[in-house]
């Protein structure tokens, strides 16, 4: 079974800049999540979908940070400017529909985003 | 809401040795626990999860303990092996609404396993 893929893997933008991550999860989960990692940190959620539907996004800097899961399947997540402070590892994740297994998210390798 | 976190930020061990990781966390309505293991350059992977109405769960070397009376739960990894070395998470749900489903993670212990 393939795992959640993302891309690019590594970014270094400069400060003002927008920057754009891709995130397809694996088949057959319509709940996809997006992270943000620290330095140091555990993931924070940024945003989660049901389907195209963006059921939390109350974490997510809406005046600079957008996504979209337009097809519920494969999503982008989008920040314009950036800033110094978005330096983080960008998480993907995805998790099974049954309620009992809702929790067993599954994340892709991250991309690793430095603004300079 | 839930907050958890870890005694300790390191941890480092011998070869063969059995480790044990700890979180703690603040809802006591908290019903699910998962711990996962983060390399170096890779995602968060899923280790072992336990809801509230056990005690104790077991997988292959991997031993997760809840102590809901003090709001503790541990990792026990035996045997520990050089491929063991990663950050440690515990994470666990905010219960309810729109939350469902979402992971509050605590910060992670680095452990580091020596030959």
């Known amino acids: 079974e393939a795992g959640v893929v993302q891309s690019p893997r590594y970014k270094i933008i400069e400060k003002k800049q927008p920057v754009a991550f891709w995130c397809n999860p694996i088949s057959g989960h319509n709940t996809l999540y997006w992270y943000r990692q620290n330095l140091g940190q555990g993931p924070e959620l940024l945003i989660r979908y049901e389907n195209e539907e963006a059921v939390d996004d109350s974490q997510l800097p809406k005046d600079r940070f957008s996504a979209e899961r337009l097809k519920g399947v494969d999503s982008t997540l989008k920040i314009q400017p950036a800033e110094l402070g978005d330096s983080a590892v960008y998480l993907c994740?995805?998790?099974?529909?049954?309620?009992?297994?809702?929790?067993?998210?599954?994340f892709g390798p991250g991309t690793r985003l430095t603004v300079t | 809401g839930e907050s958890v976190g870890l005694h300790l930020p390191t941890l480092s061990v011998q070869e063969g040795d059995n480790s044990i990781i700890n979180c703690a966390y603040s809802n006591s309505a908290s019903d699910y626990f998962i711990w996962y293991k983060q390399e170096s350059g890779k995602g968060p992977q899923f280790i072992i999860d336990?809801?509230?109405?056990?005690d104790k769960r077991q997988g292959q070397r991997v031993t997760v303990l809840l102590n809901k009376t003090v709001k503790h739960l541990s990792l026990q990894i035996a045997a520990t092996q050089p491929g063991d070395s990663a950050v440690y998470f515990c994470?666990?749900?905010?219960?309810?609404?729109?939350?469902?489903?979402?992971?509050?993670f605590g910060q992670g212990t680095i452990l580091t396993v020596h030959p």
């Open positions: 336990i809801r509230s109405n056990m």
């Open positions: 994470a666990g749900p905010n219960a309810g609404g729109t939350s469902y489903g979402k992971l509050t």
């Open positions: 994740a995805s998790s099974p529909d049954h309620l009992d297994r809702s929790y067993e998210q599954y």
